[in-house]
RNA sequence: GCACCGAUGGCGAAGUGGCUAACGCGCUGGUCUGCAAAACCAGUAUUCAUGGGUUCAAAUCCCAUUCGGUGCUCCA
């Protein structure tokens, strides 16, 4: 497979990435602060990311991928303490709920999942390092700052101004700092926080240097690739850089890669604006777990994305129609032999379909790719040109689209009766889609009975009755579908 | 204020110098059906925000304008 082209944060340019100096592709992506649940703006890049990896992984590279999780920060103490919660067992909800979201969406777990608050002696070493290096100083309240000024290279990834930065009216002034810009590395303590006894006095880490440390530590000093949301660039990455290169005298990341923000409804998304989505909002509104997937990952990650109500049904359609279509090639049938044309246009399909992604992972080309095939296919079924063996070469096609994209699967049902015990655990059944409840409440076996009523019904010739009860599920939001092999029902 | 990105059919969106401007949804028509639904098929932008320029050739490059978004501050 070619090599896959991805554009580089660093260089401003696409770049061939490929594992350097070991066999498998060493990555690491900024994981959540779990302090609460997790936005569709955060799944967004995760999603992307999932994607990245998937790709790899379907070209034959095998990728060590790390994500950290941020179980202490300045959201977390305070959010415990108005929840009257230990740090340690807040953090820990959220980190669960923020797994079991990822389970949802369809997200493979990375190699490695690294706590912050494990890392504590090797933030501390680095600190020491960069003591040691003049590119960090202690200030009179015990805080540890970086040195920015000592660092030739600041501002490399984001190309910032640093001299107008300077001059901003918007960088607090901290006394306690030498320079505006310098960041901390290591946060003396403040009251009763949270609080590790280490060389460097008792305090806390500061945020950046979590993610040097881990990186560091469980990748090596330099390695292959460093992923993000755009906002993380500066300073957050900037600061990774700037703390890792000038303790190790080493190229830390080789390739960035930073995902777009996501517009909801065509604004940011905040809470003001009534446009703040969690995942577990979107499910308990009706919203399929695939449907979400499948609209985050329809604008290529390093395009701004417009999240819409609009977009969700018609993700909703697009995969129901994909579903159909790999049952129709899984139930076979068709006549022994294989059509040459229709494998020509069933191997174009998957070329189509791995340019697509090579090509700086275009999630839309690729998915354009597939519904050519769907199309060429069914309508060859329908003249009966379709053989048995290109119904199987399809089916190959298909394993290599989902390997990626993750929809054809149908789990949709089974999570959003996750999300509702959840929500009904949580005491937030009341803001569960009433359709979606009513839909629910109506049993599998009433159902199934009205169906059969309603096919004695027809048989009898009784059309009136048999539309009443196919009008009274649809009120229910229980469609019907009439095939050749009977009555399929399911739940709007 | 400074910096950056974007503007493509009813909606979403690909395409970044050269065949009839992908693909999805929607809509319209057809097949199927008792009628529907579902599924399938077909049709659906002489044109790419606006104005100028470069070129044999521009949605694609350059300049200006308008509008939208983002960063500079915790944020995916």
Redesign the pocket.
Known sequence: MATLELFNTLSGAIEPLLPVGAPDLRMYC?G??VYDYG?I??F??FLHVDVLRRFLRQGGIPVKHVMNITDVDD?IIRNAATHGMSIGSYSRKFEDAFFEDLDALGIERPEHIPHATEFIPEMVSLIEELGRRDMAYQAEDGSWYFRVANDGSYGKL?KK?LA??ED?A??DVDEEKDAARDFALWKAVKGNEPQWETPLGPGRPG?HIECSAMAGKLLGPNFDLHA?????????HENEIAQSECATGETFARHWMH?R???VE????SKSEGNFFTLRDLLLKGHRASAIRFLLL???YR????F?F??L???T??I??LR??HQ?MVKGGFAAGRDAAIGDLTHKAETDFTA?LV??L?T??A??AI??L??AA??AA?AGVLRGENASEILDVLAKFDGIFAVLQDRDAELTRAALAWAEKEGRLNEADPDLLATLAFSDAEIDALVAERTLA?RQRN?AR??AI?NELLAKGI?????KDGVRWKRK
């Open positions: 900024c959540p602060t936005h703006g955060n967004r890049t959201k984001s101004d107008h930065i901003g918007r960088v945020w993000g949301g755009e906002d993380l660039m500066f300073p957050h995902v923000f996501l517009l065509g604004r940011k998304m329809s604008v290529p395009n701004q994305m417009n819409t609009d977009g049904t018609e993700s359609h697009a129901e129609r159909t279509f129709r697509a090509n700086d275009n839309a080309g998915r354009a519904f050519d769907v199309r069914n309508s329908d027809k059309f048999a539309d196919r469609l019907l579908e009439d095939g």
